[in-house]
């Protein structure tokens, strides 16, 4: 038996709002433990020393990890190790959190408690690529980027959902069901997750769907799995849909004068016929803080709201006839212009300005929102919230998914000092989430609760639903060991 690490209720500080969390303080892991650890998956993979790397994600500065003194990280290689350390933990209550890739923005791979941290690293193989069941099976370490070049050499077969860093592992993007910008025409990470292998807190290892297509037997665990956040299980193996390819892109950038010409150009083109892969939305300030970082040239300098719209067809003429419909909307909207990147070159450079927009600022940023609101409401929300920022005296820039209504908002720090920021950001935020409410939103289209934004959740969904939240996490894992602290709390 190992014995139970001390319980003591901790004063954590968020933002300069205390508030009271359970919390496992100790000076050091228990050696006991440590040793056990090593007896499971070897001492080379179990690590103590030089750790710091392991304690933070992509979250911007307002979550604050255990002292590198207080988690001991464990590498394992295959799901039985993982069983072994599951049922260690769960038999002395102690902490595990799963780290994947590290890119999340909610907070939710950081240790806030004294933790045994599970880095999925070593568990990246590509078991295969089925082509006759167009499937990849796959480890939960792997990288989006590395699967993406494993299905790039199928001939004919593709895996279209792109969420964000190519660097986030395939498991991390499961259990916080990312999005990303081609969400728009293919759907996001729920839509492709047709089989998990998990091992529950308990250690026992369980296969959930497979290569099937279809399966209405009972309840859909299989979905409930995806986007938990690490909170109800560990997931250890992924079956992924796989599509046909696309086909050949363009990509048009097109200014407006004014952000509610932009956002109302979207919802006619949706209604023209025309899924684009993409449709991405950025006010000029978003634009040149991704120019800035990569040294890039965005196609136009001036107006002060842009659309990025990716169209896919199988042949020239297709995207062609996509672009000039496309244009003729966008006109109707005051639209200054309409640019047309066709070759490769151009579209990467585009999209790679778009896609580190948040890099450009991440010294300056207090955290990314991502509401998300319906697609009709994007101009009213957009527009109550500037008024807002400007009201409040908060620099915010505005950029997202305007093709499914997810909207990522970078609040900065703009000089201000400590105090100040701190103040002014928790009044736009709690403005931000109360408006996405009431227009039939959410607070988070696909950076999840994590820890930044759990209180958030509490004040904004029904009472009822996070009751039968915790009926489930209770469920699962019954002494809390997953991810304490994160999404509920029991």
């Not at 933070?56 to 190790?81: G, L, N």
């Not at 969420?163 to 498991?171: C, F, K, S």
């Given at each position: 038996?190992?014995?139970?690490?001390?319980?003591?209720?901790?004063?954590?500080?968020?933002?300069?709002?205390?508030?009271?969390?359970?919390?496992?303080?100790?000076?050091?892991?228990?050696?006991?433990?440590?040793?056990?650890?090593?007896?499971?998956?070897?001492?080379?993979?179990?690590?103590?020393?030089?750790?710091?790397?392991?304690?933070?994600?992509?979250?911007?500065?307002?979550?604050?990890?255990?002292?590198?003194?207080?988690?001991?990280?464990?590498?394992?290689?295959?799901?039985?190790?993982?069983?072994?350390?599951?049922?260690?933990?769960?038999?002395?209550?102690?902490?595990?959190?799963?780290?994947?890739?590290?890119?999340?923005?909610?907070?939710?791979?950081?240790?806030?408690?004294?933790?045994?941290?599970?880095?999925?690293?070593?568990?990246?193989?590509?078991?295969?690529?089925?082509?006759?069941?167009?499937?990849?099976?796959?480890?939960?370490?792997?990288?989006?980027?590395?699967?993406?070049?494993?299905?790039?050499k199928i001939p004919g077969l593709s895996f279209p959902p792109h969420p964000g860093h190519e660097g986030a592992h395939?498991?991390?993007?499961?259990?916080?069901?990312?999005?990303?910008?081609?969400?728009?025409?293919?759907?996001?990470?729920?839509?492709?997750?047709?089989?998990?292998?998990?091992?529950?807190?308990?250690?026992?290892?369980?296969?959930?769907?497979?290569?099937?297509?279809?399966?209405?037997?009972?309840?859909?665990?299989?979905?409930?799995?995806?986007?938990?956040?690490?909170?109800?299980?560990?997931?250890?193996?992924?079956?992924?849909?796989?599509?046909?390819?696309?086909?050949?892109?363009?990509?048009?950038?097109?200014?407006?004068?004014?952000?509610?010409?932009?956002?109302?150009?979207?919802?006619?083109?949706?209604?023209?016929?025309?899924?684009?892969?993409?449709?991405?939305?950025?006010?000029?300030?978003?634009?040149?803080?991704?120019?800035?970082?990569?040294?890039?040239?965005?196609?136009?300098?001036?107006?002060?709201?842009?659309?990025?719209?990716?169209?896919?067809?199988?042949?020239?003429?297709?995207?062609?006839?996509?672009?000039?419909?496309?244009?003729?909307?966008?006109?109707?909207?005051?639209?200054?212009?309409?640019?047309?990147?066709?070759?490769?070159?151009?579209?990467?450079?585009?999209?790679?300005?778009?896609?580190?927009?948040?890099?450009?600022?991440?010294?300056?940023?207090?955290?990314?929102?991502?509401?998300?609101?319906?697609?009709?409401?994007?101009?009213?929300?957009?527009?109550?919230?500037?008024?807002?920022?400007?009201?409040?005296?908060?620099?915010?820039?505005?950029?997202?998914?305007?093709?499914?209504?997810?909207?990522?908002?970078?609040?900065?720090?703009?000089?201000?000092?400590?105090?100040?920021?701190?103040?002014?950001?928790?009044?736009?935020?709690?403005?931000?989430?109360?408006?996405?409410?009431?227009?039939?939103?959410?607070?988070?289209?696909?950076?999840?609760?994590?820890?930044?934004?759990?209180?958030?959740m509490y004040k904004t969904m029904p009472k009822r639903a996070v009751e039968l939240m915790k009926a489930i996490k209770?469920?699962?894992?019954?002494?809390?060991?997953?991810?304490?602290?994160?999404?509920?709390?029991?």
């Amino acid at each position: 038996m190992v014995p139970n690490i001390i319980r003591v209720v901790y004063i954590s500080t968020y933002l300069d709002l205390s508030f009271k969390t359970t919390r496992l303080m100790v000076s050091l892991m228990d050696a006991e433990v440590v040793k056990k650890l090593k007896s499971i998956v070897g001492e080379n993979h179990v690590l103590q020393t030089s750790i710091d790397g392991y304690l933070y994600d992509e979250t911007p500065e307002t979550v604050r990890p255990m002292p590198s003194k207080d988690v001991v990280i464990v590498r394992p290689s295959k799901p039985e190790e993982i069983s072994k350390i599951l049922k260690l933990a769960n038999e002395g209550e102690i902490p595990v959190v799963v780290r994947g890739g590290g890119t999340g923005l909610s907070g939710g791979a950081i240790p806030i408690t004294s933790s045994i941290v599970i880095s999925m690293d070593r568990l990246n193989k590509i078991i295969e690529i089925d082509t006759e069941n167009l499937v990849a099976v796959c480890e939960a370490g792997v990288t989006l980027r590395e699967l993406l070049e494993e299905v790039d050499k199928i001939p004919g077969l593709s895996f279209p959902p792109h969420p964000g860093h190519e660097g986030a592992h395939i498991g991390g993007l499961v259990v916080n069901n990312a999005g990303g910008a081609r969400a728009v025409k293919y759907g996001i990470m729920r839509n492709y997750v047709v089989g998990l292998e998990i091992v529950l807190p308990d250690g026992e290892i369980l296969e959930l769907g497979g290569k099937v297509i279809k399966n209405a037997t009972g309840y859909d665990l299989l979905h409930l799995i995806v986007g938990s956040e690490g909170t109800l299980c560990v997931v250890t193996k992924v079956i992924l849909k796989l599509v046909p390819e696309p086909g050949a892109t363009y990509t048009l950038v097109i200014p407006f004068e004014s952000t509610e010409d932009a956002v109302k150009t979207v919802p006619d083109i949706l209604r023209s016929g025309i899924i684009p892969l993409a449709i991405e939305y950025m006010d000029i300030g978003a634009i040149k803080a991704g120019e800035r970082v990569t040294g890039k040239n965005w196609p136009y300098r001036g107006g002060e709201a842009h659309l990025m719209i990716i169209v896919d067809g199988k042949n020239e003429d297709e995207l062609i006839e996509s672009s000039e419909k496309i244009e003729r909307i966008a006109k109707e909207h005051n639209a200054i212009e309409v640019f047309v990147g066709t070759s490769k070159r151009e579209q990467r450079d585009i999209l790679d300005i778009r896609s580190l927009i948040y890099e450009g600022l991440k010294g300056d940023t207090i955290e990314l929102l991502d509401v998300s609101v319906p697609i009709a409401s994007i101009p009213e929300y957009v527009k109550r919230c500037q008024e807002a920022a400007e009201r409040i005296g908060i620099e915010v820039l505005t950029y997202g998914h305007a093709g499914d209504g997810n909207i990522h908002q970078q609040i900065l720090k703009s000089g201000l000092e400590e105090v100040e920021w701190r103040k002014r950001y928790e009044e736009f935020k709690e403005f931000a989430f109360n408006l996405a409410k009431e227009l039939g939103g959410y607070i988070t289209g696909e950076h999840g609760v994590g820890i930044v934004k759990k209180r958030d959740m509490y004040k904004t969904m029904p009472k009822r639903a996070v009751e039968l939240m915790k009926a489930i996490k209770r469920a699962f894992d019954p002494n809390d060991i997953l991810n304490p602290g994160k999404v509920v709390d029991l």
